[in-house]
């Protein structure tokens, strides 16, 4: 699968903005899909993942701001951020676990300004 992230850029502290993750098939074949994220200088993080059946998990960090969703019988995946902090900033990958193998996209680059 390939993946192909969206959506980030400069927005300021306390904004929103929403990530896409469009996939080159059908999303349907994936079991589970998510969003993993980077800062300068620490280890790739998890921020949502979502389930084929739609049952989502948050990291603590973003919980309350974000909403991770799929939109069945389409390639689209997506993060609705809230809320924006400066801790937020990094770059911001999409993966996905299907019966193939684990995927990663190239990741988008999401600066908070404070």
């Known amino acids: 699968v390939q993946l192909q992230a969206s959506g980030g850029g400069l927005v300021q502290a306390g904004g929103s903005l929403r990530l896409s993750c469009e996939a080159s098939?059908?999303?349907?074949?994936?079991?589970?899909m998510g969003w993993y994220r980077q800062a300068p200088g620490k280890q790739r993080e998890l921020v949502a993942r979502?389930?084929?059946?739609?049952?989502?998990n948050y990291a603590d960090f973003v919980k309350g701001r974000a909403t991770i969703s799929r939109r069945a019988g389409s390639n689209l995946m997506s993060l609705q951020m809230s809320s924006l902090k400066s801790e937020d900033t990094g770059v911001y990958y999409c993966?996905?676990?299907?019966?193939?193998?684990?995927?990663w996209g190239k990741g988008t680059q999401v600066t908070v300004s404070s």
């Open positions: 098939r059908d999303i349907d074949s994936i079991n589970v």
């Open positions: 993966n996905a676990g299907a019966f193939d193998g684990d995927f």
């Open positions: 979502i389930s084929g059946d739609g049952s989502a």
